[in-house]
């Protein structure tokens, strides 16, 4: 069965330190996957996708994921962290007519 | 506008009454789909539309809950008698294509349903 695991709620980072969200998956078939991100009383928009290709994706406002099939992991990293960068953090795999949506981690930015 | 638009932004009724909550997905899209998201929790897939298939309605937590898409386009998800378990927010999300797996969904800003 395919699910998605985001380990950590939340996290609290300092502005201008490094942001690192964790993602593991679980997959039948070669997974296609997601980060989304959510401000407070909006939807999800996406950060950025990976579907076949390079490892390494880049996404938007300085985001970026690496696919490490080994590992079963599709991390989110920011080199440095801003304030506007606290929101909520979805990762999601895509399967056959659904997209699956890990719980969720709060980002938080410490001043 | 160019993205995917709910309404209302806000719900506030009395356990009981019947609720609609209505989508506008993003034009040309296939795929539509419904999920709640309560306090706390990720997203909970409630119902998925793909063109004129029969939806996919595994989702939907009990019978007071239903979905209709019309022409293709607008969706309307009804809770019936709500309880106040039935609080959250309802996102609605389209796709250019459901059976495309690379395809990310486009997700409306919600519907913020409160049950007094």
């Given amino acids: 069965a395919q699910s998605v ?15 690192l969200l964790r993602c593991n998956y679980s997959s039948s078939v070669p997974p296609y996957l997601f980060w989304y991100v959510q401000y407070p009383n909006q939807g999800l928009q996406l950060l950025l996708k990976y579907t076949t290709g390079a490892t390494l994706v880049k996404g938007i406002n300085g985001f970026e994921a690496e696919f ?14 801003h304030m506007s960068d606290a929101a909520e953090y979805f990762c999601a795999v895509s399967v056959p007519d659904k997209i699956i949506f890990g719980k969720g981690t709060r980002l938080h930015i410490l001043p | 506008g160019a993205g995917v638009s709910q309404s209302p932004s806000n719900k506030v009724t009395e356990k009981g009454k019947d609720v609609e909550l209505r989508c506008d997905p993003i034009s040309g899209h296939t795929a539509l789909y419904w999920y709640r998201q309560s306090l706390g929790q990720g997203l909970e897939f409630l119902i998925y539309f793909q063109g004129n298939s029969a939806p996919d309605k595994s989702g939907l937590p009990s019978d007071r ?17 709500t309880q106040q378990e039935d609080s959250a927010v309802y996102l609605c999300a389209s796709s250019l294509s459901g059976t495309g797996r690379n395809q990310p969904q486009h997700f409306g800003d919600g519907t913020r349903l409160s049950i007094l």
Avoid at chain 1, 5 to 19: D, I, N, R, Y
């Fill in chain 1, 5 to 19: 695991t985001q380990l950590g709620s939340h996290v609290s980072v300092s502005e201008g330190a490094l942001v």
């Fill in chain 1, 68 to 81: 490490k099939k080994s590992e079963t992991s599709f991390h989110l990293t920011k080199p440095s962290a």
């Fill in chain 2, 65 to 81: 809950f239903s979905a209709e898409r019309t022409g293709g386009s607008v969706s309307t998800l009804t809770i019936q008698r």
